[in-house]
């Protein structure tokens, strides 16, 4: 899952998309409105984390606009301003949900989890090939009713192959979904945790390389 982090405080920026990392999600970040309105147009992402007030303004005008527009990405508004009048406001100028300074770190990335959840309703409960099943809500993989322990880059990329299972998944597609701006697009990152998925899974081998193009999840 990609998340973009719009949050002026340096400090907070840095420590907040390091937790959301260690968690698993992808994350890109900036300091103020306008460049995040470049991001969001060039980038899919499946969450956002906005902080209201930015150098730009309150962020809730903006918001507000982009979902009269039809935007529809979930978004966590962060903010110190935590009055019920301000958080009612947040919630009709289209936040999702809403979060007071200060909180905990495990708390925001049960939030962003819970967010992106919602917005993947549309896949089942499970996602499986052959014998082996992940259990979408308890983030949890088992391959003939062995659970596997697999790394969040590995889930997230065994996630991507699932939901495409028999249709090839490219390198570029893995890296757009599955890492953040900081990922070398030149490195071999997506092969080494392709190779990690497949040590984990086992034999048979389920995902094959298509020379030129990119993964195969298939039990064919």
């Not at 970040?29 to 209201?52: G, I, K």
């Not at 919630?91 to 959840?117: C, H, I």
Request: aromatic share 4%; net charge negative.
């Amino acid at each position: 899952m990609r998340v973009l982090l719009v949050e002026d405080d340096d400090d907070l920026r840095a420590v907040l998309a390091a937790g959301l990392r260690e968690a698993g999600f992808a994350v890109d970040s900036t300091d103020d409105w306008p460049e995040a309105d470049v991001m969001l147009h060039v980038t899919a992402y499946d969450c956002v984390v906005l902080d209201r007030m930015l150098p730009s303004g309150d962020s809730l005008t903006r918001l507000e606009s982009r979902r009269r527009a039809g935007w529809s990405v979930p978004v966590l508004c962060l903010t110190a301003l935590d009055a019920l009048d301000d958080r009612v406001r947040g919630l009709e100028s289209g936040a999702d949900d809403y979060l007071a300074k200060p909180f905990a770190m495990r708390e925001l990335v049960l939030r962003v989890r819970s967010l992106t959840r919602r917005a993947a309703e549309r896949l089942p409960a499970f996602l499986s090939c052959a014998d082996v099943v992940m259990d979408l809500a308890r983030r949890e993989v088992r391959r003939g009713g062995v659970l596997l322990s697999l790394s969040p880059k590995e889930y997230a990329v065994l996630q991507q192959l699932l939901v495409h299972r028999d249709s090839v998944v490219t390198r570029t597609a893995l890296l757009e979904h599955c890492w953040d701006e900081m990922a070398d697009p030149v490195s071999n990152v997506v092969d080494a945790v392709i190779a990690g998925v497949r040590r984990k899974l086992g034999a048979p081998g389920l995902v094959h390389t298509v020379r030129g193009q990119g993964f195969l999840l298939s039990a064919a």
